[in-house]
């Protein structure tokens, strides 16, 4: 048994968040499917567990296979424009007029109303106009993007997934579907509710790159060590500053007060020589078993090896790549990763065509017209 066992997903083909949402969809049980275009390849690198129908949606025998999925789906995702569903004749209007319980999730950047609805962008974008880039820098620095992480998957795939949860969970009770309008902007900006609400805190008082939680503080930064590597540092509390101290062997008498601002630049010049006197793994002997909220700043690799990982069960792997587990661990009904995070484009179309109701020989004057493709070539990015 699986959480999601029984909901059945349609996500129209996309890149990064709305594959994202899918395969967290489908990492709990969900029976998902992918519509992909019959013409090129799929870059999708996070299709575990998803199967694979290849549609031309410039045909209206096209749009009538994605339509019959619709009806008997649960969730549909798509991550296009808004209008651009709507031009196609896959609407929500349309769709949910058929199926009035589907859940129409629409993952987008900028959303489905506001001056910016219509206009590319890219995680950055999405960061910039949320407020949260600012927030990424060093004093007197520009912003620094954290990969494509917060916008496309925490603010948007994750976000839109659990969307389409609440809306699940109502449906229970409704009966009705709904539409889930999920915005990146819209889910970032949701993420730095912390930082909003806690300015009666005084920890957001001083210019960027020089608070409590930004990198100002000492105690809270990272450091090269001996060998060109990293050690990460957040000691915040006193109990556990004062195990920090202790661990780097430093007198507390001879240094500044730890929420003496004017002294944290001292503070750091020695924190910053001590740490580069040993070695990484030398530190992790040190703190291995304190509590200072000292850690090693692991390559991806190496997160991989790490005990506390390993023993978790925190990544698994696709062949040469990383494959991280799903989360959070559910105790009765976990998630379980699918096989194969590189899924071929058009590889299950004949199985859902009969699945659909579709007669052999209906499936082959299809595949004959152009309206579906069976391709099996394995797609790489």
């Known amino acids: 048994e699986m959480a999601l066992r029984g909901i059945r997903v349609v996500e129209m083909a996309g890149l990064a968040p709305a594959p994202f949402a899918g395969m967290i969809l489908a990492d709990f049980g969900a029976s998902v499917v992918r519509v992909d275009r019959t013409a090129g390849f799929s870059v ?3 299709a575990r567990g998803k199967r694979s129908i290849a549609v031309n949606l410039k045909k209206p025998e096209g749009v009538g296979i994605v339509r019959r999925l619709a009806e008997q789906a649960d969730v549909l995702i798509e991550p296009y424009r808004p209008g651009v569903m709507e031009r196609m004749g896959l609407g929500p209007a349309e769709l949910m007029a058929a199926n009035p319980r589907l859940v129409y999730a629409r993952l987008t950047g900028f959303g489905q109303s506001g001056p910016l609805a219509p206009r ?36 948007g795939g994750m976000m839109c997934a659990m969307g389409i949860m609440s809306a699940l969970l109502e449906r229970a009770r409704s009966g009705a579907g709904q539409v889930v309008d999920s915005a990146m902007v819209d889910g970032v900006a949701y993420l730095t509710s912390f930082v909003h609400k806690s300015g009666h805190l005084g920890i957001w008082t001083n ?11 000492p105690f809270y930064d990272t450091y090269r060590t001996k ?5 990460a540092v ?13 661990g780097l062997q430093l007198d507390p008498s001879a240094l500044p007060d730890q929420n003496d601002q004017e002294g944290w630049p001292r503070l750091r010049a020695i924190f910053t020589e001590t740490i580069a006197s040993r070695t990484r793994a030398e530190w992790e002997a040190v703190f291995s078993a304190s ?8 390559e991806p690799d190496e997160a991989a090896a790490h005990p506390h990982n390993t023993a978790r069960e925190v990544f698994g792997r696709d062949g040469d790549a990383l494959d991280p587990a799903p989360a959070p661990k ?11 995070n ?9 199985a859902i065509l009969t699945e659909l109701g579709f007669s052999s020989a209906q499936a082959a004057a299809l595949e004959a017209a152009g309206t579906v493709s069976t391709a099996q070539a394995k797609s790489k990015l």
């Not at 974008?125 to 880039?133: D, E, F, P, T, V």
């Not at 600012?134 to 007197?140: D, I, Q, V």
């Open 342 to 350: 590189i899924l071929p484009v058009g590889r299950d179309t004949a």
């Open 120 to 155: 590319a962008g890219h995680d950055i974008n999405y960061l910039a106009i949320s407020g949260a880039l600012s927030m990424f820098c060093r004093t007197g620095d520009r912003p620094l993007p954290p990969v494509n992480i917060l916008a496309d998957f925490a603010g």
């Open 44 to 46: 999708d690198s996070l």
């Open 227 to 231: 060998d060109g590597k990293f050690l």
């Open 207 to 217: 210019p960027r790159g020089s608070n409590l939680l930004d990198g100002g503080a």
């Open 330 to 340: 559910l105790s009765r009904t976990p998630g379980v990763p699918g096989t194969a």
């Open 291 to 298: 509590d200072a909220c000292v850690s090693p700043v692991l």
């Open 234 to 246: 957040g000691a915040l509390e006193p109990e556990f500053y004062k195990l920090l101290l202790a």
